[in-house]
């Protein structure tokens, strides 16, 4: 696992450029961009995070999440930047707690919509029978869940008849 991850973190610089470009369609559905700024440090940074769309919700699955840092950002909720299919997006990301039954309803809701996707987090995900317990303590020790509230658009004025 720690290789793949690796290997997609030395992709980041390509599949940011792809997700900005006119052929973002190659890995838009199922890869977004979200940029950060860090707490401490104020840096900004932008990362591809593969993502679902629950309405004006995105949930991002973080694998390995102990090696990573971004998500921390949003122990408390904060705001983000998302580009999504080329459009950019803003709202307010939060981490779920692990011991949250948002927390386990969110993997599973992925894991059922992607199929593979919990190999990815050395899962043998069965969809009829939904996460075993030791599954989701796997889950809880290694992944991280955070969504993020995309704001609304403003309604358009209306214009007097």
């Not at 459009?87 to 993997?107: I, M, Q, T, W």
């Not at 199929?115 to 599954?135: I, V, Y």
Request: hydrophobic share 40%; charged share 30%.
């Amino acid at each position: 696992m720690a290789n793949v991850d690796a290997f997609f973190s030395r992709m980041n610089p390509l599949v940011r450029t792809i997700l900005r470009s006119p052929v973002h369609w190659l890995a838009s559905s199922g890869l977004a961009l979200i940029t950060v700024t860090g707490r401490r440090t104020g840096r900004r940074y932008s990362i591809p995070v593969g993502y679902q769309r629950e309405g004006d919700r995105v949930v991002i699955l973080v694998s390995e999440a102990r090696r990573k840092q971004w998500w921390r950002n949003y122990r408390e909720p904060g705001r983000v930047e998302v580009l999504l299919r080329r459009r950019a997006l803003a709202g307010e990301a939060s981490v779920l707690a692990p011991d949250d039954d948002a927390f386990r309803e969110a993997c599973e809701r992925s894991f059922r919509r992607i199929p593979g996707l919990g190999r990815a987090f050395g899962l043998q995900f069965d969809a009829a029978a939904g996460l075993t317990s030791a599954q989701l303590e796997r889950l809880r020790e290694n992944a991280a869940v955070v969504v993020i509230e995309l704001d609304r658009a403003p309604e358009p004025e209306r214009q007097p008849i």
